[in-house]
């Protein structure tokens, strides 16, 4: 072999063999961490799936149990527990059917359904088939030993969705088990919520590996014997057709159902193999480049050769910065320029990778983050609207009593002197009954925010003015400072006025408590671009930091005084939110609080300067 061809030969396995070994290494390396990064995505992404459906099956066991134990069974009759499961079925937006049954199983009242012509909104019909279903399915033993069961999950094709029957055990004479059938739904909607190009396919599987919830609805009931694999480790798994898939798994923690995320293995590292091939062409360029330069070599060979191959040895060892310096005859230094393009277009590819993985980290920080944020809205609407359901409830049930006693006080006091001995009694019965009708409207009141009420468009300085002017009198007997600035210009918005009038007296309330004996008020109204502002300020104890968030909770009260029911704020938040507005609160402990009511203007009042 002629010196010509020794010289392209080693020239070429000098420039080739060290990049292949760096470049092969660096995509093995790229190409590891892009498959655990997928990993991790599923990871969090499985975990969330998991977490939502926890939330979800809670909520629904939680109410079905808590209404269970409200309602006394034992003391109603048969048209009255008849109405009871009605009030249930009401309640439980993912149940469609409700039933009563005793010890043998034999249901004790008509189940409560829809029929086919009574069908309406998100309710399933039923018929006589699912009701004959559903019996068969009630776990009612497992239910009477542990106090609420959840029963093994069924297709019903005629409705296209999975089922489950849950059962919940009513201690007492009448020792009755109620069964409601519950729609897996909510389910399909967490998992079609998952991103599947970016992340994989998200569904839910109960204890025998059947699909409970998928995007393709054709695989409900279906078996996924792949599950197990995943369960025991992240190692690919070959299915029938030689597809590899990448599954992670989230065990729920009320039930023993698992939540997957997975998606073929060539999927998730498509960006890894598209590197390979970039790495394969950076080579095969730089390989015919050198071949094509030592044809032109024969005699000139010598220390720029030799500084080449060095500079070839430290980017093999992972150094990406070194470059070769162009000297020598010209072949050397086109040589020397090719090597340093090779070069740097190695340290690019790095830091395009490095890029990338800080970019997916981002990504998965960004949607755990927005997850988190939805799983807290969730669960804060379905606190607020069981606790409105339960409160109506009951402040409908204490009403009439309420008046017949508060009726029979008045009628007694009307017919006893100023100085019957029982007269102070009467009054004091008087006094706590109109108190206990006063907590009862406050619960109606809550339950009743979301309802559409009649709006009008009234000025928000006249529910300032006429909520400061029922407040002034027994503020100032209590040498209270109350200082009140609504301006000269009108303040027009669209609502109830009532309600609004309420909200304001409820801080002025909150704000007479909190200054206790000659303290200072202030209340204010002014307009914030399109937005009207009514602030209440006092200097009063202030709210400790760590209740902050807690304030808006029903029946959540700092004040020592028990006669307050924790409900002022609660119901002021609801009355803001159904007109649009919002509620904004800032307070230092020791120092004072200031609270803010926003409500949008109308367009006329708008345009006024």
């Not at 006693?405 to 706590?432: N, V, Y």
């Not at 028990?562 to 609660?570: E, H, K």
Request: a negative charge.
């Amino acid at each position: 072999m002629r010196l010509w061809q020794w010289l392209a030969l080693a020239l070429g396995l000098a420039a080739t063999v060290p990049l292949l070994l760096v470049g092969g290494s660096i995509a093995l390396l790229s190409r590891s961490s892009l498959e655990e990064q997928a990993i991790a995505v599923q990871r969090s992404t499985v975990g969330g799936v998991a977490g939502a459906a926890d939330l979800w099956l809670n909520e629904v066991t939680e109410r079905l149990r808590l209404t269970g134990e409200v309602i006394d069974f034992d003391s109603l009759d048969d048209r009255a527990r008849l109405g009871a499961l009605r009030l249930i079925y009401r309640q439980l937006e993912e149940v469609d059917i409700v039933g009563l049954y005793d010890a043998e199983g034999s249901s004790i009242l008509p189940e409560v359904y829809l029929s086919e012509a009574e069908a309406q909104g998100q309710r399933l019909p039923a018929d006589s088939e699912d009701l004959l279903r559903f019996r068969s399915k009630l776990p009612l033993a497992e239910a009477r030993k542990t106090g609420l069961a959840i029963g093994r999950p069924y297709l019903v094709e005629r409705k296209h969705t999975m089922c489950v029957a849950m059962a919940a055990h009513l201690p007492g004479q009448l020792d009755a088990v109620i069964g409601v059938e519950l729609i897996l739904t909510p389910l399909q909607e967490i998992v079609a919520n998952v991103p599947h190009a970016e992340v994989g396919v998200a569904f839910i599987v109960d204890r025998e590996r059947r699909v409970l919830a998928h995007a393709d609805g054709a695989l409900f009931g279906t078996d996924r014997p792949r599950i197990d694999a995943y369960l025991e480790s992240d190692t690919p798994v070959v299915a029938d057709d030689g597809t590899e898939w990448v599954g992670t798994t989230a065990r729920l923690r009320g039930i023993d159902w698992v939540a997957v995320v997975e998606r073929p293995r060539g999927v998730a590292l498509a960006e890894a193999n598209r590197l390979l091939l970039r790495i394969a062409g950076i080579l095969a360029f730089a390989l015919l480049v050198a071949v094509a330069m030592g044809l032109g070599l024969g005699r000139k060979i010598g220390r720029p050769v030799v500084q080449i191959s060095e500079s070839a040895a430290s980017l093999a060892s992972g150094d990406l910065s070194t470059r070769a310096e162009a000297r020598g005859p010209g072949e050397i230094q086109d040589l020397a320029t090719a090597f340093n393009a090779m070069a740097s277009a190695l340290e690019v590819s790095q830091e395009e990778i490095e890029a990338f993985n800080r970019e997916l980290q981002d990504r998965v920080d960004e949607r755990t983050e927005e997850l988190k944020v939805a799983q807290a809205q969730l669960l804060q609407s379905r606190k607020l609207a069981a606790v409105g359901e339960l409160g109506a409830g009951v402040a409908h049930e204490l009403n009439n009593p309420l008046t017949g006693i508060l009726g029979m006080a008045q009628l007694m006091l009307a017919k006893r002197g100023a100085e019957d001995p029982e007269r102070k009694f009467l009054e004091r019965i008087e006094k706590d009954a109109k108190r206990c009708r006063d907590v009862t409207m406050n619960l109606l009141r809550f339950s009743e925010q979301g309802e559409r009420e009649s709006r009008v468009e009234f000025d928000l300085r006249e529910a300032v003015e006429s909520a400061v002017s029922l407040r002034r009198s027994t503020m100032e007997e209590a040498g209270i400072t109350l200082e009140v600035d609504a301006g000269d210009q009108p303040l027009l918005a669209e609502g109830n006025l009532g309600q609004i009038q309420e909200a304001v007296l409820a801080l002025l309330s909150n704000a007479r408590q909190a200054v206790g004996e000659a303290g200072r008020i202030s209340v204010t109204a002014h307009r914030e671009g399109d937005f009207g502002v009514i602030a209440v300020i006092d200097d009063g104890v202030g709210i400790p930091e760590a209740n902050l968030s807690r304030v808006f909770e029903p029946f959540f009260s700092t004040k020592s005084d028990w006669r307050s029911p924790g409900l002022g704020l609660s119901v002021t938040h609801q009355t803001l939110q159904s007109h649009g507005g919002r509620i904004t609160i800032e307070s230092t402990e020791g120092e004072g609080t200031e609270v803010r009511l926003r409500l949008p203007l109308r367009a006329a009042g708008r345009g006024e300067s």
